[in-house]
C-alpha cells in the first residue's frame, strides 16, 4: 500500500499542491492505534480499516470529517461504501480509498468452479480445505453459510440457537480442514504449495500468488456473500484548520480517477469509486455489483461477542 501511495499519489500531490507528505509507518494496526492513542505518534492522519476506524470512533481519537468539502466523496464514492456499519454516529469519520475481500480461493485443477461457500464443507475435500483462524470471521462466514445475518445472528429468532448452529457447523468443518492460517504470508503459502485446495482467503494474496506464477489458483465471492473490508483515510483529532484543508484537499486528489486507477491498480485492490480498467475488473475482489456483492462487519456487534467467541473458537479449534 505504501509503495502504491508513495508513488502514484504522495508524489503527485506534493509536485501540484507543494505540500511535503511525511510517512511513518508501524509494525501492525494495534500498535499504530495504541501509539495514536496514547498521544506518542506525530501523525495527521492515518490509513485504516473497519476495527480501527470503529475504535478510534468510539475512543473519540479521529476527528468527523465534513464530506462536502471532498466533492469527489459527494460524486465519486460507490453508495455501499458510504456511512458502513463499521463507521458508527451519524457523522463521517473515515473516507475509503479501496475495498477488499475474505472470499474463496481454489485449486482449479482439483474443483470445477465452485461457486458456495458448500466447498468448504465438503468431504470430498478431505485435509485440503485452509480457513481464517480468528473466531469472529470463523462466525460471520459461516454465518452467510448458513443464510443468516452475520451482524445479527438467528434463528427462530433466538441468539442462542443461531449461534449454536453456527459453532455446531464450524466444528464439523474442522473435521476437514488441514490448517487455519492466520497471515497473509501463511495463507499464500497453503495455497501455492497446493496443502491447501480451497478455503477463505483474501483477493488480493490470492491474485499476487497468481501473478507469481501459481496459475492453478483461482478465487470467487461465493454466492452467500463474502466479508467485505474498506480501506480508509481518518484524521486525527485536533489538526488545525490549516491541515484539515490540506488533508481534505490529498483525499480529494486522491479519489480522482487519473490518480485512484493507477493507485490501486498497483495495489492490486479495486478502487472504492467507479473509476475502472481491464486491470481493475480482472483484481480478485473487484465486485461488478459496485459493492453491493459484499458484505461489510458491524464492529460494534463484533465487539459486544467477541470474547465469547474467541473462548468458544479455541474449545473448538483444539478439541
Same mark, same amino acid.
Do not use: C, Q
Given at each position: 500500500m505504501?509503495?502504491?501511495?508513495?508513488?502514484?499519489?504522495?508524489?503527485k500531490f506534493q509536485d501540484e499542491f507543494g505540500v511535503e507528505v511525511k510517512v511513518s509507518l508501524r509494525s501492525s494496526q494495534q500498535s499504530g492505534y495504541a501509539k495514536i492513542k496514547a498521544g506518542q505518534a506525530n501523525v495527521d492522519f492515518t490509513s485504516v480499516p473497519p476495527f480501527t476506524l470503529f475504535n478510534g470512533t468510539?475512543?473519540? %481519537?479521529?476527528?468527523?470529517? @465534513?464530506?462536502?468539502? #471532498?466533492?469527489?466523496y459527494e460524486s465519486?464514492?460507490?453508495?455501499?461504501? /458510504?456511512?458502513?456499519?463499521?463507521?458508527?454516529?451519524?457523522?463521517?469519520?473515515?473516507?475509503?480509498?479501496?475495498?477488499g475481500t475474505v472470499g474463496m480461493?481454489?485449486?482449479?485443477?482439483?474443483?470445477?468452479?465452485?461457486?458456495?461457500?458448500?466447498a468448504?464443507?465438503?468431504?470430498?475435500?478431505?485435509?485440503?480445505?485452509?480457513?481464517?483462524?480468528?473466531?469472529?470471521?470463523?462466525?460471520?462466514?459461516?454465518? %452467510?453459510?448458513?443464510?443468516? @445475518?452475520?451482524?445479527? #445472528?438467528?434463528l427462530d429468532g433466538s441468539?442462542?440457537?443461531?449461534?449454536? /448452529?453456527?459453532?455446531?457447523?464450524v466444528q464439523e468443518q474442522q473435521d476437514l480442514v488441514v490448517t487455519n492460517w492466520t497471515s497473509g504470508d501463511e495463507q499464500a503459502r497453503l495455497f501455492s504449495s497446493k496443502d491447501a485446495w480451497v478455503g477463505e482467503a483474501w483477493g488480493n494474496v490470492i491474485y499476487g500468488a497468481v501473478q507469481d506464477g501459481n496459475d492453478h489458483l483461482s478465487y470467487t465471492i461465493p454466492e452467500e456473500g463474502a466479508y467485505g473490508y474498506t480501506q480508509n483515510h481518518a484524521l486525527v483529532k485536533g489538526l488545525s484548520e490549516k491541515k484539515t484543508k490540506t488533508v481534505y484537499e490529498f483525499i480529494n486528489f486522491l479519489l480522482r480517477d487519473d490518480i485512484l486507477q493507477p493507485v490501486t491498480e498497483k495495489l492490486g485492490l479495486p478502487p472504492a469509486t467507479d473509476v475502472t480498467?481491464?486491470?481493475?475488473?480482472?483484481l480478485y475482489d473487484y465486485d461488478p455489483k459496485g459493492g453491493e456483492g459484499l458484505k461489510f462487519p458491524d464492529v460494534g456487534y463484533i465487539n459486544e461477542h467477541n470474547d465469547e467467541w474467541s473462548q468458544k473458537w479455541e474449545s473448538v479449534r483444539t478439541s
Open positions: 505504501l509503495d502504491a501511495l508513495k508513488s502514484e499519489a504522495f508524489t468510539k475512543d473519540d %481519537l479521529w476527528a468527523p470529517i @465534513d464530506t462536502s468539502k #471532498i466533492p469527489n465519486n464514492v460507490l453508495d455501499p461504501l /458510504k456511512n458502513p456499519a463499521f463507521d458508527p454516529g451519524e457523522e463521517t469519520h473515515g473516507v475509503p480509498h479501496a475495498y480461493a481454489y485449486n482449479k485443477n482439483e474443483l470445477d468452479n465452485p461457486t458456495s461457500w458448500g468448504t464443507w465438503d468431504s470430498a475435500n478431505e485435509g485440503k480445505v485452509a480457513m481464517e483462524g480468528f473466531g469472529f470471521i470463523r462466525v460471520f462466514t459461516t454465518a %452467510l453459510y448458513l443464510g443468516m @445475518d452475520p451482524n445479527d #445472528i438467528k441468539y442462542e440457537k443461531g449461534i449454536e /448452529k453456527i459453532w455446531e457447523t480498467s481491464e486491470s481493475i475488473k480482472n
